[in-house]
């Protein structure tokens, strides 16, 4: 999820669903560490707003010194817990090393894993594949979990599918490897007492609820981004809060509004913002136009947070038009 769960992203998200488990996006280990002297951009690489927990810093890399360093800012900086991503399979990671090839080395990751626990009392997880090109048996995926739980992690948000990373990009990598939900709860079966999280193809309340048969946890990633509004009923129904609330859409646009408005006076541009939210009404009437009018709208330098009330008044035109149409003649 580079370059989509950035903390406006993650402000949004929190606004629908009060007790889900955020995620950074992965963020390398030498973009916090080669910047040590750029107070600026270390600052903004570990930024979140405090509404935001409980909310994770997902790393990525290889080096176990490096990643002990990052980790001990991620709890200085109050992190949750730190995740090392040993899932991503795209041809970035993969050159510098890290990502979804390191599931052909568990006894790095182990490594990374043990420096990493050491240093901070927050918990730290591990975000895998079921395995990678040919290690398609489960016998390989569990060793590679049995080799790094040695170091006490027992925590893994599990991607189940295997990535290809000769021949596939990381797009095909989410859509054409099998999905093995198989194998992760065979994991879980076999090893209750650890927490396993599984990722991959989960698209509905209902599909999560049937993997909470076999799970502990379930991870949605480019689906809560695109159709946010999933997460809308995942407090009552997942969490069992009584006390809360599921706040309508216009309800979430106007909370927003409020956070635009104070973003902007620190010089944050709108279209960083609303780029996030344009899922917000996948599914309804008028959608459509409020995509289109955020989109063109949204990069002009004038911008604020009219534009998105004014596009919010897209979707109540398109509304009050269906509605018309539906209405019963005579």
């Known amino acids: 999820m580079m370059g989509w769960t950035d903390r406006h992203a993650r402000y949004f998200l929190r606004l629908i669903s009060r007790h889900s488990l955020l995620y950074t996006e992965m963020v390398n280990t030498g973009a916090l560490l080669h910047n040590d002297q750029k107070v600026g951009v270390q600052k903004r690489l570990l930024a979140y707003h405090v509404s935001e927990h409980p909310v994770a810093l997902q790393l990525g890399g290889s ?181 809360a609330s599921i706040k309508s859409r216009e309800e979430i646009i106007e909370q927003m509004c409020e956070y635009i408005d104070s973003e902007q006076r620190k010089g944050v541009a709108l279209h960083s913002i609303t780029r996030h939210i344009l899922g917000l009404f996948q599914g309804q009437p008028g959608a459509k136009a409020w995509r289109r009018y955020l989109s063109e709208n949204g990069h002009r330098e004038d911008a604020d947070s009219r534009v998105v009330k004014q596009a919010l008044q897209q979707i109540e035109r398109r509304r009050e038009h269906t509605q018309l149409i539906e209405m019963p003649l005579g």
């Open 63 to 243: 080096d176990p010194v490096a990643l002990a360093k990052c980790t001990v800012m991620a709890e200085d900086a109050g992190f949750d817990e730190v995740n090392l991503n040993v899932g991503c399979p795209s041809d970035r990671v993969k050159s510098g090393n890290f990502g979804a090839c390191l599931m052909a080395k568990p006894e790095l990751v182990a490594d990374c894993v043990a420096a990493m626990q050491e240093k901070v009392k927050i918990p730290v997880t591990v975000k895998c594949r079921v395995g990678i090109d040919n290690m398609e048996s489960f016998e390989s995926f569990e060793n590679f979990i049995s080799k790094v739980a040695e170091t006490g992690c027992d925590t893994f948000i599990v991607h189940a599918r295997n990535a290809w990373l000769k021949g596939l990009n990381p797009k095909q990598n989410r859509e054409i490897p099998p999905l093995k939900y198989d194998f992760v709860h065979r994991l879980k079966n076999e090893n209750p007492a650890f927490t396993i999280v599984i990722n991959g193809g989960i698209k509905t309340m209902e599909m999560v609820k049937q993997q909470l048969q076999y799970v502990d946890g379930a991870m949605l990633g480019r689906e809560a981004y695109h159709n946010p509004y999933i997460l809308a009923a995942v407090d009552k129904e997942i969490y069992k809060d009584k006390t």
